[in-house]
């Protein structure tokens, strides 16, 4: 009762059946290894993003640290000169200092000097006071420029 439905080898219904099956295995042969190279194009890709991510990471920690670095010699810098400045103001101060004295001294030396000639003066000016009342016809001076006046 029961039909053998097989297919013998010999004819050419087998030969067409192999060949369907053979090229619907080669199509998922085909299928399989795409899905293989996609996935390894995108493994190659995750790992190059990953690479670059992590190179250019580096590069700014680099510059972060190279930016650190410098500004913190600059600091110095200025602390040091800061400091090298504040040493010659102090230096400066203490000529300065010692300068006012001597500018003072300078300063009495030339007020007596010039009270010892205001005193000559006004001895000066009394002599010759006492000498012009000794004499009566002596002031106001006789001082003719020309003979006919």
């Known amino acids: 009762m029961g039909q053998n439905k097989q297919v013998q080898k010999d ?17 998922k042969l085909v299928e399989t290894e795409k899905e293989k190279r996609l996935a ?10 990953a690479k670059a991510q992590t190179k250019a990471y580096k590069e700014l920690c680099s510059i ?24 010659e103001k102090t230096e400066y101060s203490k000529k300065f200092k010692k300068k006012i004295p001597e500018i003072e001294k300078i300063a009495e030396a ?31 001076p006789n001082t003719k420029t020309c003979g006919c006046f």
């Open 11 to 27: 004819s050419p219904l087998y030969e067409q059946s192999t060949i369907i099956l053979a090229s619907s295995q080669n199509e």
């Open 40 to 49: 390894l194009i995108d493994a190659w890709e995750e790992n190059e993003k």
């Open 64 to 87: 972060e640290s190279w930016e650190n670095n410098t500004k913190t010699a600059l600091e110095l810098d200025l602390k040091k000169m800061e400091e090298s400045l504040e040493v």
């Open 110 to 140: 030339k007020r007596e000097k010039i009270e010892k000639q205001k005193e000559q003066e006004s001895i000066k000016v009394e002599k010759i006071s006492e000498k012009l009342i000794a004499t009566p016809n002596a002031y106001p």
